[in-house]
């Protein structure tokens, strides 16, 4: 349901604020109310474009007084949908757009409603580039809040490693700095922590040297599924870090399945060459994408795959290693799949990420070498149910050989966010968010709720 505001507090928040509102019964609402994510369907009180801080600073006190939940919006890319709430403020930063490049330092301070492509444009205007997601439109926010893998992750970290410092409204409406040296406490939880902590609008991140990869995907029938996976497998307990591989079974175009593999080298050895060969030496290849590109460009080479609109429900399970078993059951899942649009995929960790202890940062996760991905994706709402079901059991089947964690930004609606979290990060998150926002306003995320007492 939609909680109303009435003509004193609407015009109280109008006089409050430089950006535009969206209200209800306002023709630009229900188009700033969608999401990414197509099975998401809620109707906020209000939704502000914040034009600058003290907009965000003014909309979180507003929703404070009337006790009123805070969402808040960076790209909308979140398979939960938590970038909007009902009943809430929704705080829309796709207007903080800025992006400062400092090449000496190799350092980049960004917006919190910049997407990786547009940060990415940026930076490699220098050769620079920061860890980022797979998928180009994602807000660089939200990725990295929770953690935030991507193709440089096992040479450089996950994003959440390179964060250097980030500027947040609390739940009191105070704009605070957290940094290694500046409410480290709250630092700690931003990274892989979520949304939960407050409105962070902008983010410092460390720059590392990345200038022309390979990249591309090497496509092979479904047939042939058992053979590439494992020959995908033995690459990655091969690879150096400067070697990402991702595997996956993906869609048709004529509603059938492939399998296929990615292949990101960010070296000069020629190792993403070679590996490459090797997996075309299996034969029948139907498509061969790989060759020398742009960062840019491989960073958004699987964009198309995933447009706005289509409706998703994910899972994911990290593990250690990926034995044959698993490998049966993926293709086996994957050959049940209700709808043609179903992906399952395979990332590669390791590298930079497990080199990070384990208790650095609120992202855990160091031990696991792979995380399998659970993507049910369709465009029709009659089947969202069955959709779900297949995930699920296709995740309950992985279990058994899982860490037994979950990756928070593949976790969709409805989920136990504790699985992503062992006890104790758990509960020193949950004591964080107590100090940081003990009423819960931030409550539209994988939601940590405040500890009592």
Not at 95 to 103: C, L, Q, T
Not at 125 to 149: C, K, N, Q, V
Not at 363 to 391: K, T
Request: proline content about 5%; glycine content about 10%; aromatic content about 8%.
């Amino acid at each position: 349901m939609t909680a109303d505001l009435d003509t004193s507090d609407r015009n109280a928040l109008k006089n409050l604020l430089r950006g535009t509102i969206h209200f209800p019964d306002g023709d630009g609402y229900h188009p700033a109310r969608q999401v990414w994510n197509g099975m998401i369907d809620r109707r906020p009180a209000a939704i502000v474009c914040a034009v600058g801080v003290a907009d965000v600073m003014a909309a979180v006190r507003f929703a404070g007084e009337r006790g009123l939940p805070v969402a808040i919006r960076c790209g909308g890319h979140n398979v939960a949908g938590t970038s909007v709430g009902d009943g809430s403020i929704v705080v829309d930063l796709a207007r903080f757009k800025s992006v400062r490049v400092d090449p000496v330092q190799r350092k980049a301070r960004a917006g919190g409603g910049v997407l990786w492509c547009e940060y990415d444009h940026e930076t490699q205007a220098f050769g620079l580039a920061s860890p980022g997601g797979a998928i180009s439109t994602t807000g660089i926010a939200g990725l990295t809040l929770g953690g935030g893998y991507g193709y440089l992750s096992r040479r450089y970290g996950m994003a959440c490693d390179n964060l250097l410092s980030a500027d947040v409204v609390t739940a009191s409406g105070e704009l605070v700095t957290a940094s290694a040296d500046s409410h480290p406490d709250l630092f700690w939880a931003l990274r892989g922590g979520g949304g939960n902590f407050g409105v962070v609008t902008s983010l410092e991140f460390q720059l590392h040297p990345v200038w022309e990869p390979l990249g591309g995907l090497i496509v092979f029938p479904f047939e042939m599924s058992k053979t590439v996976l494992q020959r995908f497998r033995d690459l990655s307990l091969e690879a150096s870090d400067n070697l990402t591989l991702l595997a996956a079974i993906i869609p048709a175009p004529d509603g059938g399945k492939f399998v296929a593999v990615l292949v990101s080298d960010i070296g000069t050895e020629g190792e993403g060459e070679r590996a490459a060969r090797s997996l075309r030496e299996l034969g029948s290849v139907l498509m061969d994408t790989v060759a020398p590109m742009t960062y840019c460009a491989m960073q958004r080479q699987v964009d198309v795959s995933y447009p706005k609109g289509q409706r998703h429900y994910w899972k994911s399970a990290f593990l250690k290693t990926l034995p044959d078993d698993v490998i049966d059951l993926v293709i086996e899942s994957a050959s049940a799949s209700p709808s043609p649009l179903n992906v399952i995929m395979i990332e590669v960790y390791g590298g930079a990420v497990a080199r990070v202890a384990s208790d650095a940062t609120a992202f855990g996760h160091r031990d696991a070498l792979f995380n399998l991905g659970i993507l049910a994706i369709s465009d029709n709402p009659a089947i969202d149910a069955e959709q779900r079901a297949w995930a699920r059991e296709a995740w309950q089947k992985a279990l058994p050989y899982s860490t037994g964690g979950a990756y928070v930004n593949y976790m969709s609606e409805g989920e136990d966010v504790h699985s992503a979290y062992s006890d104790a990060r758990f509960q020193r998150l949950a004591a964080i968010k107590a100090q940081y926002d003990p009423a819960n306003l931030f409550r539209f995320n994988q939601n940590i709720p405040p500890a009592k007492g």
